[in-house]
């Protein structure tokens, strides 16, 4: 079993950047595939990005599609999310996840482990 704590949240203006980590205890991140989602407020929680396990292909949701990277760092057992260009739409919880099939996956159920959310807010 691996444990996710998200890190780096905050308040950014609209065009600002944050970097999100999730760091993993437990077990090595590099067992997982990993991912990111959100929830906004009144809204599902909806995927953001994914890294696979093995040559870190990556994935996006299109309305984030050139402004963030997802990226992972096992000797640190940690993964990120860069987000640059930022806008008030991107006000969320930002919940990284841990799959074990590798994939990638954009689906949420699919995902075994998660972490406790991060607070993103973007002013206009």
């Known amino acids: 079993q691996v444990q996710l704590v998200e890190s780096g949240g905050g308040l950014v203006q609209a065009g600002g950047s944050l970097r999100l980590s999730c760091a993993a205890s437990?077990?090595?991140?590099?067992?997982?595939?990993m991912g990111w989602f959100r929830r906004a407020p009144g809204k599902e929680r909806e995927f953001v990005a994914a890294?696979?396990?093995?040559?870190?292909?990556?994935y996006y949701a299109d309305s984030v599609k050139g402004r963030f990277t997802i990226s992972r760092d096992n000797a640190k057992n940690t993964v990120y999310l860069q987000m640059n260009s930022l806008k008030p739409e991107d006000t969320a919880v930002y919940y990284c996840a841990a799959e074990t099939t590798g994939r990638g996956s954009r689906n949420q159920r699919d995902y075994n482990y998660w972490g406790q959310g991060s607070q993103v807010t973007v002013s206009s």
């Open positions: 890294i696979t396990r093995s040559y870190g292909i990556t």
């Open positions: 437990g077990r090595t991140l590099s067992s997982y595939a």
